[in-house]
Each structure stands twice: as structure tokens, then as C-alpha cells.
């Protein structure tokens, strides 16, 4: 829907917000100025979006923006990835336990450091 940019009030919104917001000034029986109060938009972007849309610029563009939904994401494939990632999962496990492990570690430094520190 929409992203803020910075801590200006700045807002980018997605083609397909564009498409449905424009989508649905045409559908209503509703002043657009109606519609971009609701909506919390300022009445000049509404009107803009819609001469854009008129000209066609709300063409979908490629994005190198990768997408995380379950759906788009397929099982492994062979029994070779499948037991590749079994590995993968079991090493990743293997790992953290040893990070956990030098955590403890060092904080048990820190401490035998402090108590000397205090004596």
C-alpha cells in the first residue's frame, strides 16, 4: 500500500494502490474529493493519478524487489535438495548451539574479569 520514505511526511505508494484508488473513483457515484478525503489523500494527487492512468503510465515495471509469500515459494523438488536441505537445517542448528554456547562463555569472562577487577 504505501511506504514512508523518510521522516518528512513522504509516501510512495504501489501502481496497484494507484490502480484500485482510480479504479474506484470511476466505479462510485462519489466526488473524487470525497474519495481522497477518506482515503487521507490530498485531492491534486487523486486527480494526477487519475490523468496518469488516462495516459497509461500505471504500467506494472520490472522491480528486483523479491517476493516472500508462501505461495510463490515451491517444495524442493528432488529428494537430493530435500536431504541437502535436512542438512542444511540440521547445521544451522548445530551452529546456533554453539553461538549460544561462546555467549555463555563470554559473559562468564566478564564476570570472573569484574569480580577480580573488585577485589
Do not use: C
Not at 501502481?15 to 466505479?27: A, G, N, S, Y
Not at 536441505?85 to 574479569?113: G, H, I, T
Request: net charge positive; hydrophobic share 35%.
Amino acid at each position: 500500500m504505501a511506504k514512508i520514505l523518510s521522516e518528512e511526511r513522504v509516501i510512495e505508494y504501489t501502481v496497484e494502490f494507484k490502480v484500485k484508488v482510480v479504479e474506484l473513483t470511476e466505479q462510485l457515484d462519489v466526488k473524487a474529493i470525497d474519495i481522497a478525503e477518506v482515503l487521507g489523500l490530498h485531492p491534486m494527487m487523486l486527480y494526477r493519478w487519475r490523468q496518469e492512468y488516462r495516459e497509461g503510465k500505471f504500467l506494472t515495471q520490472p522491480t528486483r524487489r523479491i517476493s516472500m509469500n508462501k505461495e510463490t515459494r515451491s517444495p524442493p523438488a528432488t529428494d537430493k535438495e530435500k536431504s541437502e536441505l535436512k542438512r542444511l537445517r540440521r547445521k544451522v542448528a548445530e551452529l546456533k548451539k554453539e553461538n549460544d554456547f561462546l555467549k555463555k562463555w563470554d559473559r562468564y569472562l566478564k564476570d570472573q574479569n569484574q569480580r577480580d577487577s573488585d577485589s
